[in-house]
């Protein structure tokens, strides 16, 4: 099956977003929105994620090429990633650059982080709570605050929480991403041998972030020559979030 989409603008340049860890296509509207009067955008709710199918194991390759289905050599795109989309669109522009007319990468690098397994927490406390005896999303909210006390962090957990019916689910596929979660924080090297992409690429980070820091200027430099950073100051891992209007303004700049 493929990917869920959505499609916000009729004309202009295409722009494909990437959303993170726990996130959906749908995290991007604001930003989607701003840009449909010169874009076509298109949301993507990566694998295991909102609407998109579920998968076997967890696999940045697999992913990749899965979004790179949705595009066309004719009609490149300029792809914005974050965290765990960033990874994902980098593989795809290393990959398949004839799809990438330009790459924004937002609060991460091409590295394996060790502290992915902070998030087994969060998926834990989602996993415990008995969807069967659920009355409303307040309940869970509840229910998350001893594992997950940032009210914003827990918000947006919340949004992958669905009612069916009678019926409570989670979105994502967190089974597999608790155990794949390494996989999740990490970065496949070997099977990307010498790739490089010869695009322009924006690097934004948030300056309160651990997942843009210096340490990893070299292996974004090695793999994306062409790379700009842009640190947005008084941000942290979710920049596109914490600071929207500075986010947007360095987007559309970079897209311009």
């Known amino acids: 099956m493929p990917l869920h989409t959505t499609s916000y603008g009729d004309h202009g340049s295409p722009v494909v977003f990437c959303h993170g860890l726990f996130g959906q ?15 076509r955008v298109l949301l993507v709710d990566m694998p295991d994620h909102g609407r998109s199918p579920w998968s076997e194991r967890f696999d940045f ?4 090429d899965q979004v790179a289905e949705l595009m066309s050599a004719d009609d490149p795109v300029a792809l914005v990633g974050h965290s765990m989309g960033g990874k994902a669109a980098m593989v795809l522009a290393l990959r398949h ?11 991460v690098a091409p590295v394996a982080y060790p ?4 998030f087994v927490g969060y998926i834990d406390a989602m996993l415990a709570i008995d969807l069967t005896t659920l009355a409303d999303r307040a309940q869970a ?9 940032d009210d914003g962090v827990r918000g947006f957990l919340l949004q992958n929480l669905r009612r069916e019916g009678d019926d409570w689910r989670w979105q994502p596929n967190l089974e597999l991403l608790r155990e794949e979660i390494d996989e999740v924080g990490g970065w496949p090297a070997e099977s ?3 790739s490089s992409y010869d695009g322009p690429v924006l690097w934004i980070g948030g300056s309160d972030s651990r997942y843009v820091l210096d340490d990893y200027a070299g292996a974004m430099e090695r793999y994306f020559p062409r790379v700009r950073r842009v640190t947005v100051k008084g941000a942290g891992h ?3 979030s914490e600071q929207p209007a500075v986010f947007l303004e360095v987007l559309r700049r970079f897209l311009d």
């Open 25 to 39: 296509g749908r995290n991007w509207t604001q930003h989607a929105k701003a840009l449909a009067a010169d874009h």
């Open 61 to 64: 390759v697999a992913a990749a």
């Open 97 to 107: 650059p004839e799809l990438v007319e330009r790459l924004c990468v937002v609060d």
């Open 115 to 118: 502290h992915a397994s902070e």
């Open 141 to 149: 909210d509840r229910a998350l605050q001893d594992a997950v006390p």
């Open 192 to 194: 990307l041998d010498e």
């Open 238 to 240: 979710w920049v596109h």
